[in-house]
């Protein structure tokens, strides 16, 4: 292809202003008016970082064949479909269905299979590629379309006057109703009405299928279309395809899925609901998130009332191929003893055979003497292994340390910093205190924390320059006392005070004493 501009080179509106080629080659030369692009492609663009300003393109087309073209849109269907080529006369078309790429040498040397003339019966889900070959060997570039061929298990009809949730006009807010493992839900709504259901303004609703895949969803309103509490007034589907008539009262769903959620521009008031859904299990549902946790967790899994669960704790993929042949453990329903760390993979299979898609998660279990609580914190050594586990960088969450202050302390703008060990007298294995408030958060002071001292400290955690440490913080308790008392430390002081002091407690200077009752190194004295 060739450009023409009204300007040379990368001047204003000359042909340097096209750059980024998606397919082929572009070029242009400094003193000329005219980009070249050269390539082999049935499309590509070119994006201008300045106006451009053209007078002529010029297109050369090669003697490579168009693709082939198929007579039925890629998508997704609820029955076997049939499906032809289109291609240019002269041409013969070579197909795969197995994910390769078609390729052409000659009539005998060629990858994929001949097109016969007859439609591909499709049955399941099947990518199709192809190339149309011309009569001299040349070959198109490949057209692909991948063709999803739904299995319809059954459906769920959600009925106004039989189906209730909790809320009414009364008393809206979130509501729920589940049936035949199909769970509705809205955010904002009223869902025990005698009418319909409600689903307020910028509210959302989400459908939730716990046994097999959802593929459609029928939701018959009160009004028609774009109206006042018509279908139309559902929107933004997080998953799949919406769509409405305006001038019917039922929006269709079309996806293939376990949830997805829309969203009400206005008010929707529905009367029933149907959920169509597929053979294949949702995936299961394990009751408890992945992360890392301190000490035993237990877990359950759930996958619908009519399929069951294969899972495995070896880090070996589950599968199912009838009932006496597959990998891992069928589920019992009990609870699951997590006492290390383990990682499940968990797939639902159906009472057909048919499996669903894989779930994994990954429980990080820290067993530690403690458990980081102000009633049960932390030893220094349980400290070393939460920062372990929990970060390679950064800061833990706030957990309670306990330990006995083993070095010097120094304050510092109301904050001590010192190190604690397991013992009174260790010099390993330490966790420095960075500056910590003192008790209750307040200010701390020279004296209030000493060598010796069994301290639990609140803050959160971290490995920094090669060391395990607290970082701010404040010190929760010292020695068991948690509040302070105003006095910390008595110190006894020997020197004789051999001055005179009234009953008042004003000090007397022996040149003004006359006859009365003193006070004299801590005793009542008579000057007569």
Known sequence: ME??????????YGPGNLAAPTKGDYEFQADGNVGTWLGNDVAFSLTATKQVRITKVEVTVGEVPDQPTFTLPEGQYFEPKNVSFGHEEGCVVIYTLNGDDPAYTDETHYTGTLWDGNPLNITKTTTIKAIAVSNDGKSSNIASATYTIISIQGDVTFDVSVDKGSR????????????????????????????????????????????NKIVKVEITCTAKGDAKYGPGCFANPTEGVYDYSTDKNVGTWIGNTDSFTLTATK????????VTYSDTPSTPVLSLDEGIYMGEQKVTMTCGTKNFIIYTLNGDDPSFTDETHYT?????????????TTTIKAIAVSNTGKSSNMTTATYTIVNTEGKGTAESPFTVNDAKIVVDALITEGLTPVFYVKGFVVSEVTIDNGQA?????????????????????????????????????????????????????TNHGYIYSINGQ????????????????NAFYDLQGRKIANSKLSKGIYIHNGKKVVIK
């Open 3 to 12: 450009i023409t501009c009204t300007s040379k080179g990368e001047a204003k």
């Open 168 to 211: 009414t006009t009364e008393d809206p807010g979130e509501d729920m109703i589940t049936k035949d493992d199909v769970t509705i839900t809205v955010s904002n709504g009223c869902m025990a009405l005698d009418h319909h259901y409600r689903c307020y303004a910028d509210a959302n609703m989400t459908f939730t299928s716990a046994g």
């Open 267 to 274: 008010q929707v008031r529905i009367t029933k609901v149907v």
């Open 328 to 340: 891992g453990t069928k589920y019992d329903g009990t609870e699951l003893d997590l006492t290390a």
């Open 417 to 469: 910093e010192f190190s604690i060990g397991a013992t009174p007298d260790a010099t390993t294995n330490l966790i420095n205190v960075w500056k910590a408030k003192g008790l209750e958060n307040t200010d701390c002071k020279e004296g209030d924390v000493n060598i010796g001292d069994e301290v639990v400290i609140c803050a959160k955690l971290q490995f920094f320059a090669g060391d395990y440490e």
């Open 482 to 497: 948690t509040t302070p008392t105003g006095i910390q430390t008595i110190k006894a002081n020997n020197a004789v005070d």
